[in-house]
């Protein structure tokens, strides 16, 4: 009768997800495994036929000087944007949970940007740096916006930075302002109460409570960062002099533009292994914190 029971309910249970679960395994388990096959293989991306040659291809990321020079980019671009996106997400959110007018329509401002597609959002902020600020540098005699940013080697890589931030910091706004919400009043009352100053409950308070909160937004941050790629094609194209090239955008050049799929493959997949390991560090740290909390 057990046992009965125990099919009935696999059938259901198979009836609902089984159809989930084989969506999932084909578009997106299969072809993992597919593609760290191919890393085996010197595959051109085109040819119906391609050989099995080894280790040959995860030897050449070791060699390849320019994919590690892209990385290397990469994990700037990450550290700052980081940083930029959470303090900024951060202190939009914490300023409009404070008792402002209108601020249902500042929080449909801040957020609209993250509407806007990475290749839409780089051609419209290539139009202002190369035009709108190099006019108004030109006109009122401000030196800094004299000259096109995307054709300065040093400046355009905070371009990319200064982009991605604008773009991201409403969507963390939002989940930052979920976590302020939840904060029971009555401790920030009680706080008050006892003579703690606006600094000192976000010190000890605030701050410890929104652990939760920065863990997503940290996640999702260091996630986009290292995958990004339309913003970096459209905005830069990883110019000038390929200084802005990261490392989504060498990966991609690499397998498609030069025909060497397995070899753009393995860097993928280097690049994968390098990502996860990164995010279970920063999950696994800041959940000790979050119990410490």
Known sequence: MSSQKFF???KVQLLFSGPTLFAFFTVVILPFLYGIYLTFTNWDGVSTSHSFVGMKNYLAVLD??????SLY??????????ILINVVGFFLAYMLTTEIRAKNLFRAGFFTPNLIGG??????????????????GEHFKIGIFSSSW???????????????????SGYMMV???AGLMN?????????????ANAFVRLRKIILPLMVPSFIVCVFLSLQRGFMVYDLNIALTNGGPYKSTQLVSMYVYQKAFLSQKYGAGQAEAFVLFLIVAIV??????????????A
Do not use: C, H
């Not at 904060?183 to 003579?195: F, M, T, V, Y």
């Not at 995010?279 to 410490?292: D, F, H, M, P």
């Open 8 to 10: 009935d309910r696999l």
């Open 64 to 69: 390849d000087a320019a994919f590690w020079t």
């Open 73 to 82: 980019k990469t994990m700037k671009y990450v550290l700052l944007t980081v």
């Open 119 to 136: 290749i839409i959002l780089g051609f419209l902020w290539q139009f202002i740096f190369s035009n709108v600020l190099v006019y108004i």
């Open 150 to 168: 995307l054709a300065d080697p040093d400046k355009a890589f905070w371009t990319l930075v200064i982009v991605t931030t604008w773009q991201y």
């Open 175 to 177: 989940i930052y302002i």
């Open 183 to 195: 904060i029971p009043k009555e401790l920030l009352e009680a706080a008050s109460i006892d003579g």
């Open 279 to 292: 995010t279970l560090i920063q999950v696994y740290v800041s959940k000790k914190r979050e119990v410490e």
